[in-house]
């Protein structure tokens, strides 16, 4: 087995009583993307903050780059790119000075700064911006520029903390774009979002929720648990229908999909037969019943579903 | 290094790119200058004076016509006593009074030295010291009119002007110079700490701190170019008192170059303490307010200290400004140098380790 860019071992964050990361374990490799999904206030940046070494966990390990992030953080900052969820460059300085302040700080200097910023701008496409103040850029433009100037030093590990939030769509398949490219290199990435088709794009995903990773996997591997369990069921009126269907016997998750209903239920042939009963004795106006390909929207319904029956965390 | 230069460099830019800053800087400045230089060249004229004429001569008479020709002294008041020119002058009815004692022209015919005095209310000292200069001259050019010469070379005339209430003359130009540290104080801490915490508020520093830049870089790189910023304040003071309005520089421009830095890294190190405790720009501001209200009242910019009730003047120990100030005015107006200002240099001294090591101690703790 390769040496992993990221190895996160029962890592746990503690704010007075809260705890926002709760043993997070995981593991990613040089090449990979690994997706970060979750609510707010799950503790994904939380989780990035202490990978990057500017947060000191409570307890548990992890090692970046090879360096341990309680006892090495100063060797992990070299190694690594991080886009904060907020963007944090220099508004009032332009895209060229952003960057060259940046490398200065990584000790980046004459040629070697200039050429490693030609890279970037070819990159991203952001030269014919560099004498624009960064503040003026737009929201797309600004990730672009959080992203260049991430991976100025070549880090061989990037923490992107909702990198695609508040960007229009054109620009967020352009950054992917990046993405794809940057762990085709061989760089490690680690990416929050909340968009589903980003995450479908990843390597592995992780769905964490209250600080605790819920579900890991990859998007296939997610999926096939659903496989054969799902249903999409068309009828009318969907309101009374999906209230109906809510109390069904061997229901394990139900989302509303425009005009119909998903249905994941523990056995297929059962719920059919249940699904024809109930619409019938609702007086429900049944068009058609599939089982189909489950989406990973699909499955975090579930997931989500799961976790409420279960009740709330801190009862363990 | 590179990495101080690097921000040292950023730095510059966000303040040339700050109009309200950078107006500032230059306004507060001339702003002072102008309401505390106005106060120089006033000539003061007509100043309300009492004499007490126990002689009652010739003589006397035309010394007082002399006084009064001048135009620097109206007799406004002839009281009867010494007591009575000592109420008139508490009062504020006269600036100054003339006493000529009895015997003054028999004395002078006799080729004795009479005794004149001439007592001057100092609380006002630009009036004053006028007042102290021309009645020296009215004087002299009195004596040489009466043909009043000795062959000792003694002068016949025993001239005392004395000052009451403010016997070192605290003149306008004994304001200028703490124009340097007042400036210092007002503006220096201010502009760091906002710098600072501007950082902090608009969450540039979360991407700071990810690089392997260390806090004492990033400390050391900020504060540079307000160091610039400090000096060029004190040296547009200087040179403008002493260009425009003439205040002699007599002391060390080195030795007060060394001292200004020393005050200046006080002032720094008292912004980068504001920062580390407020959480936004505005309650930098507040708490750097907080402390320099009292600094100026206190320190001896405005009232002297030496007037103050002990618990007050107490607290001036306390007060770096306090110490700057008789430093700047005593290697501008009295030529002072390290020599005598121990005194002053070691508190200072002292205090700017205080705030640095505190500052610095809490920054990082800030960081983490
Ligand atoms: N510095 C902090 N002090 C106290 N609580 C914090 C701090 N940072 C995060 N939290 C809390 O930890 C939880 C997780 O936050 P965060 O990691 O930002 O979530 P996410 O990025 O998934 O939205 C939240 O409840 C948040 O309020
Ligand atoms: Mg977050």
Sequence with gaps: MSVPAIEVRELTRRFGRQTAVDRVSFRLDYGEIFGFLGPNGAGKSTTIRMLCGILAPSSGSATVAGHDVGKDPERIKLSIGYVSQKFSLYSDLTVQENLEFYGSVYLLEGERLRGRIEQVYALTGLGEYRTRLAGVLSGGWKQRLALANAILHEPRVLFLDEPTAGVDPLSRRALWELFYKLSASGVALLVTTHYMEEAERCNQLAFISGGRILRMGSPQELKSRLAGRLLEVECRPLLKASAAFERMVGLTGLTAYGTTLHLNVQDEREARTRIAEIARSEGIELTGVRTIEPSLEDVFAVIENEEEARGPHAAD | ?368
């Design chain 2, 1 to 368: 290094m590179p990495r101080i230069k690097a921000i040292a460099r950023k730095e510059m830019i966000h303040l040339l790119r700050d109009r309200r800053t950078l107006v500032l800087i230059a306004l507060m400045p001339f702003m002072q200058l102008i309401t505390y230089g106005y106060a120089i060249n006033t000539d003061v004229k007509h100043l309300p004076t009492a004499v007490y004429d126990q002689d009652r001569t010739s003589m006397s008479r035309r010394l007082t016509e002399a006084f009064e020709q001048s135009a620097y002294f109206d007799i406004t008041d002839r009281p009867a006593s010494f007591e009575a020119v000592r109420q008139a002058i508490d009062r504020g009815k006269v600036k100054a009074g003339l006493i000529i004692p009895p015997g003054f022209m028999r004395d002078l015919l006799a080729g004795r030295q009479a005794e004149l005095q001439l007592i001057i209310d100092g609380t006002d000292s630009n009036p004053a010291n006028t007042a102290m200069n021309t009645s020296q001259a009215i004087v002299t050019q009195y004596m040489l009119r009466q043909g009043l010469l000795r062959t000792d070379g003694e002068p016949p005339v025993v001239f005392k002007p004395r000052l009451w209430y403010n016997p070192d003359l605290k003149s306008p130009f004994f304001m200028v110079p703490g124009l340097v540290g007042l400036l210092l104080q007002l503006l220096i801490p201010m502009i760091t700490a906002t710098a600072i915490v501007r950082e902090k508020e608009r969450g540039n520093i979360e991407q700071l701190l990810v690089t392997p830049v260390k806090p004492w870089e990033i400390i050391l790189g900020k504060l540079i170019p307000y160091v610039g910023v400090g000096l060029l304040i004190a040296l547009t003071i200087i040179a403008s008192a002493n260009l425009l309005f003439a205040v002699p520089i007599r002391g060390n421009p080195l030795t007060l170059f060394v001292l200004t830095m020393l005050f200046l890294t006080v002032c720094l190190g008292f912004g980068l303490y504001a920062s580390t405790v407020a959480e936004n720009q505005q309650q930098a501001s507040q708490i750097i307010m907080f402390f320099a209200a009292p600094s100026i009242l206190l320190s001896g910019f405005i009232f002297p200290r030496e007037s103050m009730p002990w618990p007050i003047y107490g607290i001036g120990y306390f007060i770096p400004l306090t110490y700057y100030l008789k430093i700047v005015r005593g290697i501008i107006l009295k030529g002072l140098g390290y020599d005598d200002l121990w005194g002053e240099i070691l508190p200072l001294v002292a205090i700017c380790a205080l705030v640095l090591g505190l500052s610095i101690k809490r920054f990082h703790k800030r960081l983490e």
